[in-house]
T-cell receptor, first 114, second 112 residues
Framework: GAGVSQSPSNKVTEKGKDVELRCDPI?????LYWYRQRLGQGLEFLIY????????KSGLPSDRFSAERTGESVSTLTIQRTQQEDSAVYLC????????????FGEGSRLTVL | TQLLEQSPQFLSIQEGENLTVYCNSS?????LQWYRQEPGEGPVLLVT?????EVKKLKRLTFQFGDARKDSSLHITAAQPGDTGLYLC????????????FGTGTRLQVTL
């Protein structure tokens, strides 16, 4: 597809389970971001990938959160031992130009932890 | 610590009214963007500003970047129900070369 694709679009899980969220960026985009958005709130930065450079993980809230990206392709965000406070929409965005480039967002993965 | 503060947080107005949304920081931005997000979707870029004092117009929307590049405003003239959404500013702050930081957001509702 032409846009950023995220899956699953909705995920309901039980507390303590692990979840994996996937992001397929726009082809050729070197930069990829993950953000978390709690209900009715703004975007909270989680992690940033730029080409083959070391990722900026400064926004990950705990060691239960991790993300990987292979080259300039798909990225996965993994949350281990989920907690109720992890419930949110997880948005992925990609960009062609790092500094001032437009971010193209996917529709997000809505995670509900029961 | 929230680097980018937006005000107001919520705004409910009637069709035809004017409004201004503010985005402020104590840090200097090398560039700043405004996005609009509708329910169930990701944010969509409205504008990018890079020069202090810059003013950009997009139909009924006017964006201004402060002279010191620490603040920005979004003014909407004659608001319409289609303007309803969450407005987010996002800045690339000087010294944080890698990540775009988003503001706290302003939720706008325009009613008939």
């Amino acid at each position: 597809g032409a846009g950023v694709s995220q899956s699953p679009s909705n995920k309901v899980t039980e507390k303590g389970k692990d979840v994996e969220l996937r992001c397929d960026p726009i082809s050729g985009h070197t930069a990829l971001y993950w953000y978390r958005q709690r209900l009715g709130q703004g975007l909270e930065f989680l992690i940033y990938f730029q080409g083959n450079s070391a990722p900026d993980k400064s926004g990950l809230p705990s060691d239960r959160f991790s993300a990987e990206r292979t080259g300039e392709s798909v990225s996965t965000l993994t949350i281990q031992r989920t907690q109720q406070e992890d419930s949110a929409v997880y948005l992925c965005a990609s960009s062609l130009i790092r500094a001032t480039g437009e971010l193209f967002f996917g529709e997000g993965s809505r995670l509900t932890v029961l | 610590t929230q680097l980018l503060e937006q005000s107001p947080q919520f705004l409910s107005i009637q069709e035809g009214e004017n409004l201004t949304v503010y985005c402020n920081s104590s840090s200097v931005f090398s560039s700043l963007q405004w996005y609009r997000q509708e329910p169930g979707e990701g944010p969509v870029l409205l504008v990018t500003v890079v020069t202090g004092g810059e003013v950009k117009k997009l139909k009924r929307l006017t964006f201004q970047f402060g002279d010191a590049r620490k603040d920005s405003s979004l003014h909407i003239t004659a608001a319409q129900p289609g303007d309803t959404g969450l407005y987010l500013c996002a800045g690339l702050i000087t010294g944080t070369a890698s990540k775009l930081t988003f503001g706290t957001g302003t939720r706008l509702q325009v009613t008939l």
